[in-house]
T-cell receptor
Framework: KAGVTQTPRYLIKTRGQQVTLSCSPISGHRSVSWYQQTPGQGLQFLFE???????NKGNFPGRFSGRQFSNSRSEMNVSTLELGDSALYLCASSLVSRSTDTQYFGPGTRLTVL | GENVEQHPSTLSVQEGDSAVIKCTYS??????FPWYKQELGKRPQLIIDIRSNVGEKKDQRIAVTLNKTAKHFSLHITETQPEDSAVYFC??????????WGAGTKLIIKP
């Protein structure tokens, strides 16, 4: 079974721009979660999607948004980029819920904001 | 709000010794407790998990114990090896889709 994939793997943007990241979950998994990881900051939860609906949201500004498609693939968007948005963005898929099932993480998208 | 405290933030042990990482949670509704390992430059991976109806679970050199009364759970690694060097994250989840993460423990195995 293919693992979780994320595209692109690396991105360089400038302040004020917007960016869209993509995540393809493991086949059959319906839950997709997104995390931001910066050095020494652990895993900061952004949001979780299930059946095209946002089920949970972390403590991030409205510039961070996401969506999920009918095939469970998910995208996240960050608008009006700030220097502090530079981070590794990880997505993870699970069968039904991140809070009761194993999460399988993708390799991440490393975003650099200049 | 709900939180998970993880200690220590850094743990250095001699190769072959045991390592213990502890987490305390606040949400009494939590019933799922996974542990993830993240090696340098790699993605987090589940190494072991435990549910609230079990007090202990083992998988080779790794074990997790859960004390629901005290609301804490611990990861035990015996006979540590260089490949155990990583950051370990604990988490506590419930049936209302909440999953709270610990801040992580950097485990260093000294040769």
């Amino acid at each position: 079974k293919a693992g979780v994939t994320q595209t692109p793997r690396y991105l360089i943007k400038t302040r004020g721009q917007q960016v869209t990241l993509s995540c393809s979950p493991i086949s059959g998994h319906r839950s997709v979660s997104w995390y931001q990881q910066t050095p020494g900051q652990g895993l900061q939860f952004l949001f979780e999607y299930f059946s095209e609906t946002q089920r949970n949201k972390g403590n991030f500004p409205g510039r961070f948004s996401g969506r999920q498609f009918s095939n469970s693939r998910s995208e996240m968007n960050v608008s009006t980029l700030e220097l502090g948005d530079s981070a590794l963005y990880l997505c993870a898929s699970s069968l039904v819920s991140r809070s009761t099932d194993t999460q399988y993480f993708g390799p991440g998208t490393r975003l650099t904001v200049l | 709000g709900e939180n998970v405290e993880q200690h220590p933030s850094t743990l250095s042990v001699q190769e072959g010794d045991s390592a213990v990482i502890k987490c305390t949670y606040s949400d009494s509704a939590s019933n799922y407790f996974p542990w993830y390992k993240q090696e340098l430059g790699k993605r987090p991976q589940l190494i072991i998990d435990i549910r609230s109806n079990v007090g202990e679970k083992k998988d080779q050199r790794i074990a997790v114990t859960l004390n629901k009364t005290a609301k804490h759970f611990s990861l035990h690694i015996t006979e540590t090896q260089p490949e155990d060097s990583a950051v370990y994250f604990c988490a506590a989840g419930d049936s209302n889709y909440q999953l709270i993460w610990g801040a992580g423990t950097k485990l260093i195995i000294k040769p």
